[in-house]
């Protein structure tokens, strides 16, 4: 007989969890300009130290979801947080780019493993009238982390240099990974017995590499090459696993259930937008307007600190009203801070900057919670594990097309240059394009999501 978990320790662990990826992600952001620095990396070789860490992440999510349901969500979570501490702290002593990236890609791994279980144990510890609470109080966590990573990361590389972040990030993840070991005291595994698709996993990682890596280098021919290749490798996916008896993710669960597939639409095309904010302005506020990596932190600061509460509150309102109204309105509002965005110049007010950064977080803050709560609420417990790794590979995969968006309009602009102050100029350029682009998406993502309230 399992033992019976206590609520608010587990809620803790995963908050906990949930509080180093985005911290680190957002921290990194300010610290790019000294690592491009140390390691003679230009623009577009910046982009990859977040951008491999996000293919992979997505790539393995979806297959270490189900792994997690044969072997144990327990065992994956556990052990995606120690391959996580670990390569980060490696992270600190690479040597050379080429080894940063690659640790970073391994980092990416472990996230995968902690994503596809994390949300799959809250809702399996969480009864359904307390789950919109306690996803609320998760992502309110994931806010805050996203609001201490632009201050602390701009203070920890300001006064220590870059490798100290690696450091602290993977000795917590780490000592957290223990910590789980002793508060985690119970097991959740839904499909004892059952095979693991190995040949849809494997078409799966190829295509939503296809995706992603071809989407980024879309500015070159290859680019297009890569992208067909990944498209045809999904078409091929999904009709592999129609047929195929305990498959690695079960597509019927979009074809059947209307809700969850807007939902995780929306969510897709919300990361979408709004990822690439956070690096394209660290690059501006350092660049252009020579801002110090702590200075710079404290600006970016503002749009984290909003979602963190906002979102805390929509968690909440989640449980007591249509989360499909709360959405759309969230993302509507998206939409006027990316548009405010596209008319940002080398001596735009600072004042003008913070509203629009305070917009955004208002927006993702009302839009994060209702959507999460409406996705694991409209599948039945067994796919509790599949519909956590699937809005996790949805941000994930939103936060790498982003990226790429972001990516394909500096190798436009400014290739693979090093952003020297003759060249402010054309990272204008690439801004404006980035947002312009985003903009765009998110309306897209507003009547998907007005779309699913009306169903």
Not at 22 to 38: E, H, R, V, W
Not at 101 to 114: D, E, F, K, N, Q
């Amino acid at each position: 007989m399992q033992k019976k978990i206590n609520k608010n320790s587990a809620l803790l662990i995963l908050c906990l969890a949930s509080f180093l990826v985005p911290f680190m992600g957002s921290a990194i952001n300010l610290s790019l300009p000294q690592i491009g620095k140390a390691f003679s990396m230009g623009a577009v070789s910046q982009s990859w130290i977040a951008t491999i860490y996000l293919i992979t992440t997505a790539i393995f999510q979806v297959p270490f979801a189900r792994l997690a349901d044969l072997w144990g969500r327990k065992k994956i979570f556990i052990s995606g947080l120690a391959v996580f501490g670990i390569s980060t702290f490696l992270c600190g002593l690479s040597s050379s780019a080429t080894m940063l990236i690659a640790m970073r890609a391994l980092s990416g791994l472990g996230c995968a493993m902690m994503f596809g279980t994390s949300m799959a144990i809250l809702v399996s510890v969480f009864p359904p009238q307390h789950r919109g609470k306690a996803i609320g109080i998760n992502t309110a966590v994931v806010y805050f982390a996203l609001a201490s990573g632009p201050f602390l990361g701009g203070i920890i590389t300001h006064n220590f240099g870059w490798q100290s972040l690696f450091y602290i990030v993977g000795f917590l993840g780490f000592i957290i990974a223990i910590s789980s070991t002793v508060i985690l005291k119970q097991e959740w595994i839904e499909s004892k017995g059952e095979h693991f698709d190995y040949l849809g996993s494997t078409i799966y990682a190829l295509g939503l590499f296809g995706l992603i890596f071809g989407f980024s280098k879309l500015s070159e021919p290859f680019g297009f090459i890569v992208l067909a290749a990944g498209i045809i490798c999904f078409i091929l996916f999904v009709l592999y696993e129609l047929r195929y008896a305990q498959p690695v993710f079960n597509v019927r669960i979009f074809s059947g259930n209307k809700v969850f597939g807007l939902s995780c639409l929306s969510a897709l095309i919300n990361y979408a937008c709004t990822s690439a904010v956070a690096f394209m302005l660290s690059l501006y506020l350092q660049y252009i307007r020579g801002f110090s990596p702590q200075d710079a932190g404290l600006v970016l600061i503002v749009q984290a600190c909003v979602q963190c509460v906002i979102s805390l509150y929509a968690g909440r309102l989640s449980d007591k009203h249509n989360p499909s109204t709360l959405a759309t309105l969230g993302m509507g509002i998206i939409v006027a801070g990316l548009a405010g965005l596209i008319f940002v110049s080398t001596t735009t007010s600072m004042l003008f900057i913070v509203a629009l950064l305070f917009l955004l977080g208002f927006g993702f803050g009302l839009f994060s919670s209702p959507n999460s709560n409406i996705i694991m609420s409209s599948v039945d417990k067994k796919y509790y594990g599949q519909a956590s790794a699937t809005m996790g590979t949805m941000r994930l995969t939103g936060q790498a097309f982003s990226m790429g968006i972001a990516t394909m309009a500096i190798s436009l602009t400014l290739g693979n240059k090093v952003i020297m102050p003759e060249l402010h100029t054309d990272f204008m350029k690439s801004f404006h394009i980035t947002f312009t682009i985003c903009a765009v998406l998110c309306i897209v993502g507003t009547y998907a999501s007005s779309f699913r309230v009306k169903k």
